[in-house]
């Protein structure tokens, strides 16, 4: 006779045979995320140092975009082999490219090098912080998703009209908008990855790093407005 309800022991097998592939896929999402920050600050460099032009306006915006959502979808089609290693590593050096036009407006000030390491650090604050709430807390993030989604499709809508508006004030209340929806974001990817909801590495780095980007850009725009210094 086998008795009815399961042991303690077999209940705790049961859930670190649940529990170890999830940290797997957090500890490799980690690295791989670590990683994919060296061609995104080559690509930044490379287009800094070499002056590349960048479009602007309406069509670089779209280009952009395309460009962009090309790379994501190929990164989803590829994310089960290590050609998505690959192409994520390529969509970041392409997302390093696109900073040219923010880190040289940036550096424009004398105290633009300054400026830039204070987004990053502030970054990288945001993350650890949001990242450890997500591991520690029993709260459950998971319902904030579509929200948050409303929430950046208002942003991308407020971008392209700000596009023809040229409004600072607008583009500071994105820009503060982006930083809190994409903060809010980094609990909700990582809690994804601790509960069961995102498998694959992959897919989870492409999810935290765009997180981390639009966190820096967002951050070092309203640095350059709050704190840039011409002198």
């Given at each position: 006779?086998?008795?009815?309800?399961?042991?303690?022991?077999?209940?705790?097998?049961?859930?670190?045979?649940?529990?170890?592939?999830?940290?797997?896929?957090?500890?490799?999402?980690?690295?791989?995320?670590?990683?994919?920050?060296?061609?995104?600050v080559?690509?930044?460099?490379?287009?800094?140092?070499?002056?590349?032009?960048?479009?602007?306006?309406?069509?670089?915006?779209?280009?952009?975009?395309?460009?962009?959502?090309?790379?994501?979808?190929?990164?989803?089609?590829?994310?089960?082999?290590?050609?998505?290693?690959?192409?994520?590593?390529?969509?970041?050096?392409?997302?390093?490219?696109?900073?040219?036009?923010?880190?040289?407006?940036?550096?424009?000030?004398?105290?633009?090098?300054?400026?830039?390491?204070?987004?990053?650090?502030?970054?990288?604050?945001?993350?650890?912080?949001?990242?450890?709430?997500?591991?520690?807390?029993?709260?459950?993030?998971?319902?904030?998703?579509?929200w948050?989604?409303?929430?950046?499709?208002?942003i991308?809508?407020?971008?392209v009209?700000?596009?023809?508006?040229?409004?600072?004030?607008?583009?500071?209340?994105?820009?503060?908008?982006?930083?809190?929806?994409?903060?809010?974001?980094?609990?909700?990817?990582v809690?994804?990855?601790?509960?069961g909801?995102?498998?694959?590495?992959?897919?989870?780095?492409?999810?935290?790093?765009?997180?981390?980007?639009?966190?820096?850009?967002?951050?070092?725009?309203?640095?350059?407005?709050?704190?840039?210094?011409?002198?």
């Amino acid at each position: 006779m086998f008795p009815n309800n399961p042991s303690p022991s077999t209940i705790d097998l049961n859930k670190r045979s649940r529990v170890a592939p999830r940290n797997n896929v957090l500890r490799n999402t980690y690295w791989l995320l670590a990683l994919s920050m060296i061609p995104t600050v080559f690509g930044a460099y490379l287009g800094v140092s070499l002056a590349l032009p960048m479009l602007s306006g309406g069509w670089g915006f779209l280009i952009f975009m395309v460009v962009a959502f090309g790379f994501m979808f190929a990164i989803e089609k590829t994310k089960h082999s290590a050609v998505g290693v690959a192409v994520l590593l390529g969509f970041t050096f392409f997302m390093g490219l696109m900073l040219t036009p923010l880190l040289r407006h940036t550096l424009g000030y004398s105290n633009g090098g300054t400026l830039i390491m204070t987004a990053f650090g502030g970054t990288a604050c945001v993350f650890a912080v949001m990242a450890s709430i997500a591991t520690t807390t029993k709260r459950d993030f998971s319902g904030m998703g579509s929200w948050l989604m409303a929430g950046v499709i208002v942003i991308l809508l407020a971008a392209v009209a700000n596009i023809f508006l040229q409004m600072s004030a607008l583009s500071i209340v994105i820009s503060m908008a982006a930083i809190g929806i994409f903060s809010a974001f980094i609990l909700y990817d990582v809690q994804r990855i601790i509960n069961g909801g995102e498998t694959n590495y992959i897919s989870a780095t492409l999810a935290i790093y765009l997180d981390v980007y639009n966190i820096f850009t967002s951050l070092l725009h309203l640095l350059g407005i709050a704190g840039g210094d011409r002198d």
